[in-house]
T-cell receptor, first 114, second 113 residues
Framework: DQQVKQNSPSLSVQEGRISILNCDYT??????FLWYKKYPAEGPTFLIS?????DKNEDGRFTVFLNKSAKHLSLHIVPSQPGDSAVYFC?????????????FGTGTLLAVQP | SAVISQKPSRDICQRGTSLTIQCQVD?????MFWYRQQPGQSLTLIAT?????????ESGFVIDKFPISRPNLTFSTLTVSNMSPEDSSIYLC??????????FGPGTRLTVL
C-alpha cells in the first residue's frame, strides 16, 4: 500500500519557467511533509518542509503548498534552473504515532532545459 | 546539518554471500536509519538504530537478513546476509538531528549476481 504517491515519474520544463511537482497521500494522520532532491550517485538532500497546520511554506525559489482536504501537496520552483535537474521525492510523517519515521514517494525526475 | 559517509560506495557480490555497509557521521546522533531503494522504487525504511538498544525493524525486514550494529553515537553498520539478486539496491543511511529533516549518506549501490 503506497501511502505517498508521486504520479508523474518525470517532468520537463524550460529554464526560467515554473516547475510544479505533485504529491498525494492517503494517510490522514500524516502531519509533516518534506521534499528532498537527489542527484545521481548522491544521497537525498533536504529541500523544504511543511507542517499540517500551515498551507504554504516558502524558501527562496521553492514553495510548498499543502491541501489537507485533498491530501495533496505540491512543490513549486520559480524560476527553474538547469541545476535543479534531479529526482524529487516527497515524504510524509505521522509525528504522533511514528516519531521520525518518513514515508517516501517514488520520486519525479525533473529536467530543466536550458 | 550532518556529514555522512558510507563504505563501500558500490559493490558487486555473488549470490549467497554477505556484505557489511558502514555509515559514519561527523557528529553524535541518537537515531540512525537504514533505507533501501530498489530500482525505480521509493526509499523504504529497513530499520531504526539507536545506540545502546536493539534496532527496530519495519514490516518485511528481519534481523537475520539485515543485522545492524550501533556501537556508538557516530557509527552504524548494516549487513545484507545471504544475498540474492533481489537484494540489488541502493542502501542509504540517514540521521535525525532532532528536527525531522533527516540527512542522508551518499548510498551504497549493491549488485548481486
Amino acid at each position: 500500500d503506497q501511502q505517498v504517491k508521486q504520479n508523474s515519474p518525470s517532468l520537463s520544463v524550460q529554464e526560467g519557467r515554473i516547475s510544479i511537482l505533485n504529491c498525494d497521500y492517503t494517510n490522514s494522520m500524516f502531519d509533516y511533509f518534506l521534499w528532498y532532491k537527489k542527484y545521481p550517485a548522491e544521497g537525498p538532500t533536504f529541500l523544504i518542509s511543511i507542517s499540517s497546520i500551515k498551507d504554504k511554506n516558502e524558501d527562496g525559489r521553492f514553495t510548498v503548498f499543502l491541501n489537507k482536504s485533498a491530501k495533496h501537496l505540491s512543490l513549486h520552483i520559480v524560476p527553474s534552473q538547469p541545476g535543479d535537474s534531479a529526482v524529487y521525492f516527497c515524504a510524509a510523517s505521522d509525528r504522533v504515532r511514528a516519531t521520525n519515521k518518513l514515508i517516501f514517494g517514488t520520486g519525479t525526475l525533473l529536467a530543466v532545459q536550458p | 546539518s550532518a556529514v555522512i559517509s558510507q563504505k563501500p560506495s558500490r559493490d558487486i557480490c555473488q549470490r549467497g554471500t554477505s556484505l557489511t555497509i558502514q555509515c559514519q557521521v561527523d557528529s553524535q546522533v541518537t537515531m540512525m536509519f537504514w533505507y533501501r531503494q530498489q530500482p525505480g522504487q521509493s526509499l523504504t525504511l529497513i530499520a531504526t538504530a539507536n545506540q545502546g538498544s536493539e534496532a527496530t525493524y519495519e514490516s518485511g525486514f528481519v534481523i537475520d537478513k539485515f543485522p545492524i550494529s550501533r556501537p556508538n553515537l557516530t557509527f552504524s553498520t548494516l549487513t545484507v546476509s545471504n544475498m540474492s539478486p533481489e537484494d540489488s539496491s541502493i542502501y542509504l543511511c540517514s540521521v535525525d538531528k532532532g528536527f525531522l529533516e533527516q540527512f542522508f549518506g551518499p548510498g551504497t549501490r549493491l549488485t548481486v549476481l
